[in-house]
């Protein structure tokens, strides 16, 4: 069974750094592009990151770019989220997504999400 | 950034009713649109992707549509698990995904 795990969230105070840690089983985590997602609260989903298989290939939404870092531990079947200079809009649910094999850009697989509160 | 958009925002149904949630994409998308719906407090889960194409264990009451820039979901007889909140997705400019604003279906 595919499960991803999201821990790390918590309350911050604005400026502040947090890292997201997603731990994945039930699949070869090593051959799946992963991605973190993010929901305000009440709002709709906004796209944050990617990361290919091999780590090689990052993307970020402009939103977070030059704030966040993404990475992955393909040893530790372990996706992370570095989260630094923390804004009250990064308030929200971190979802840890998984690509569908083959289908890049749509995620079969979501974590149970873990919530990050940037406040003072 | 291809923006989508929803409509409507939210809609009343009753059970055993036909729903259409349209989603239209600032540019074309080439069939490269995906639908998930979220319950409450939950993850979001893949119900369509490839605009038509059903994912694995979503029953067969869930249909999407379309082409170029404008796409819909249809729930041909609601029933009562349905009532949540569906999302529309483009990865047409994958890994850069935007979403849709929502559409929630409540109970009339």
């Known amino acids: 069974e595919v499960q991803l795990v999201e821990s790390g969230g918590g309350l911050v105070q604005p400026g502040g750094s947090l890292r997201l840690s997603c731990a994945a089983s039930?699949?070869?985590?090593?051959?799946?592009?992963m991605n973190w997602v993010r929901q305000a609260p009440g709002k709709g989903l906004e796209w944050v990151s990617y990361?290919?298989?091999?780590?090689?290939?990052?993307y970020y939404a402009d939103s977070v770019k030059g704030r966040f870092t993404i990475s992955r531990d393909n040893a530790k079947n372990s996706l992370y989220l570095q989260m630094n200079s923390l804004r009250a809009e990064d308030t929200a649910v971190y979802y840890c997504?998984?690509?569908?094999?083959?289908?890049?850009?749509?995620?079969?697989?979501w974590g149970q999400g873990t919530l990050v509160t940037v406040s003072s | 950034d291809i923006q989508m958009t929803q409509s409507p925002s939210s809609l009343s149904a009753s059970v055993g009713d036909r729903v259409t949630i349209t989603c239209r994409a600032s540019?074309?998308?080439?069939?490269?649109l995906a639908w998930y719906q979220q319950k409450p407090g939950k993850a979001p889960k893949l119900l369509l992707y490839?605009?038509?194409r059903l994912e694995s264990g979503v029953p067969s009451r869930f249909s999407g549509s379309g082409s170029g820039t404008d796409y819909t979901l249809t729930i041909s007889s609601l029933q009562p698990e349905d009532f949540a909140t569906y999302y529309c997705?483009?990865?047409?400019?994958?890994?850069?995904?935007?979403f849709g604003g929502g559409t929630k279906v409540e109970i009339k």
């Open positions: 997504a998984r690509d569908r094999y083959m289908v890049r850009g749509v995620i079969d697989y």
């Open positions: 039930g699949f070869t985590f090593s051959s799946y592009e």
């Open positions: 990361i290919s298989s091999s780590g090689s290939t990052i």
């Open positions: 540019q074309g998308i080439s069939n490269s």
């Open positions: 490839a605009a038509s």
């Open positions: 997705q483009q990865y047409y400019s994958t890994p850069r995904l935007t």
